[in-house]
């Protein structure tokens, strides 16, 4: 097929155009074009808790630990930790780092991020909720003093991201952007930290242009072999494969899946591939007294249980699997993949598809001839999302349901969630800590404008949510862990969908480690000669 009958308008063909790059620059240095379906939310570090976002932050910035190619936890701009008492971890920070503009890093840096990140328009705030000061012992050295004891803090430090006290305050960007309000600030096309690459260029949802830090304290350790990085968000499937198979990408981060094959028998192309630490899954506003979408008035058919538990057994979620996704999913019966402690398979056992027991549960519940409602979806966020919308907008209408699809960008998708906007919503959530209670912090608790677009409030799940927190006696926390996902799972607070399946596809020239994250480390990347 030939590029111009697969192009959709001056657009699409302007954005492959925008990755080429003259042949005797791409000879002169290393560089890497590559692309994906969105773009991140914003430059601001602490103002978005999504991980294309996190992964666009960790090019620039730098965190006190770091989760390696292989998710294994690394120290960063700390160099070790310890337990100074149960409530008091003590950091050491790594010295003669510098930050992009030349200004020494220092333990100030390090208390001002936090605070940052704690603030009230901070998007990662769960991240760090046991945290209650960040005490300055000298330059080099910091105390977190947490609110009760907390095991795994290293563990949830890895999106914290570190920014200069010094270029913030001159840049009126002490508080993060806040989203909802649509703000615009210095920071949200603009940033400075220490990490291995310096932003030249941000144009949102159309480029970003990175370049090497020379100076990046990290290089002994990795010596990267990337002089530039040029991204292109391309929404287009057929254009992104089209500007692989062309050679204007070297790496395109979501291939389509019905594309697989024909880019792995290409010469000079090769995928890598791996199992995601993330679920995807659709969540039901259980907590309204009406919905905004549905033609019931007066009541809200999700709060009732029975309705939540039909939906869930009249997704045949193996069909998905087969059709939709070509079998590059894992059906999943928790919000939680397999890498998460406190997965267990049990837990991770589907309700079985029946429609016929999910009409029955529709009429005990009063909606014997259904309802309609409205499914909001993103179109260019996780594999196949539009897609999988429209299998579940099929099999919800074999059992009475009418459900009308909204698939919008995910720059309109996640506001609708954390604004409490939708009745009925997907969403995949990664787990960066590797730890349940990370679930549970952002979607199981009662929360004002967080990601639990549920509904779902429950003050002695919350409890055991921030007792989980200070628990030092591991088993007691697996037992509490276990309890929540037993509750979650018995109220049907979510409909699991699937575990991803990620596949990376890039050129032969370049050989990039897939990560389970799915966050590109272009610090471990090297060139074939």
């Known amino acids: 097929m030939k590029l111009k009958h697969i192009m959709t308008g001056l657009a699409l063909g302007a954005a492959v155009a925008m990755v080429a790059m003259p042949a005797s620059a791409a000879k002169d240095k290393n560089v890497i074009r590559w692309a994906s379906q969105g773009d991140a939310l914003t430059s601001d ?51 003669g780092v510098k930050f992009h503009d030349g200004t020494d890093f220092t333990a100030t840096d390090v208390k001002f991020s936090f605070e940052r990140a704690k603030s009230k328009t901070s998007d990662l705030k769960g991240d760090i909720s046991s945290v209650k000061e960040v005490k300055i012992i000298d330059p080099y050295t910091v105390h977190i003093i947490t609110n009760g004891p907390d095991p795994i803090l290293p563990n949830l430090l890895t999106n914290i991201y570190i920014m200069s006290k010094a270029w913030s305050e001159k840049n009126n960007v002490t508080a993060p952007q806040d989203r909802a309000a649509k703000e615009e600030t210095y920071a949200v096309r603009n940033a400075m930290g220490t990490g291995p690459f310096k932003m030249k260029l941000r144009e949102p949802d159309v480029r970003t242009i990175l370049v090497k830090n020379e100076n990046w304290w990290g290089l002994k350790d990795y010596p990267h072999e990337v002089d530039e990085i040029i991204y292109t968000p391309i929404a287009n499937q057929a254009t992104r494969v089209a500007a692989l198979l062309s050679g204007e990408l070297d790496f395109i981060l979501d291939p389509p899946l019905q594309d697989l094959n024909r880019i792995k028998n290409t010469p000079g192309l090769h995928l890598a591939q791996t199992a995601q630490v993330r679920t995807i899954f659709l969540g ?66 589907r309700r079985p598809y029946d429609p016929a027991a999910a009409k029955k549960l529709l009429a005990e519940a009063g909606y014997a001839d259904g309802f309609s409602l409205q499914l ?154």
């Not at 999504?50 to 292989?70: C, F, G, I």
């Not at 979620?317 to 397999?338: C, D, F, H, N, Q």
């Open 45 to 95: 570090p602490h103002a978005a808790n999504e991980s294309p976002t996190h992964s666009a932050s960790r090019k620039v910035y730098d965190t006190l630990t770091y989760n390696d190619k292989d998710m294994k936890l690394t120290p960063w701009l700390a160099t070790s930790w310890k337990l100074v008492d149960p409530t008091t971890w003590q950091f050491n920070l790594r010295k």
């Open 284 to 349: 039901m506003n259980q907590g309204v007294k009406e919905l905004r979408s549905s033609n019931i008035k007066g009541k809200n058919p999700l709060a009732d249980r029975r309705v939540r538990q039909a939906f869930y057994q009249a997704i045949d979620i193996e069909a998905i699997k087969k059709k939709v996704m070509r079998g590059y999913s894992v059906p999943a019966g928790l919000i939680t993949p397999p890498a998460v402690h406190g997965y267990t398979d049990e837990l991770n056992k």
């Open 376 to 529: 909001d979806c993103p179109n260019n966020r996780y594999i196949n999302d539009e897609g999988i919308c429209q299998a579940v907008v099929g099999m919800l209408g074999k059992i009475g349901v009418k459900v009308n699809l909204s698939a919008i960008p995910k720059t309109i998708h996640f506001p609708k969630i954390k604004n409490r906007e939708t009745d009925f919503y997907m969403l995949g959530w990664g787990v960066s800590t590797l730890d349940s209670h990370y679930v549970f912090n952002y979607l199981t608790k009662c929360a004002d404008k967080g990601w639990n677009g549920t509904g779902y409030c429950d003050a002695e799940t919350d409890k055991i949510i921030d007792d989980m927190e200070k628990e030092v006696d591991f088993g007691k926390r697996d037992a509490m862990i276990a309890e929540v996902w037993k509750r979650m799972r018995e109220n049907v607070n979510y409909l699991p969908l699937h575990h991803q399946v990620i596949v990376w596809a890039m050129s032969d020239r370049v050989d990039i480690p897939i990560v389970a994250d799915d966050g590109v480390r272009f610090i471990y990347t090297k060139f074939k000669k």
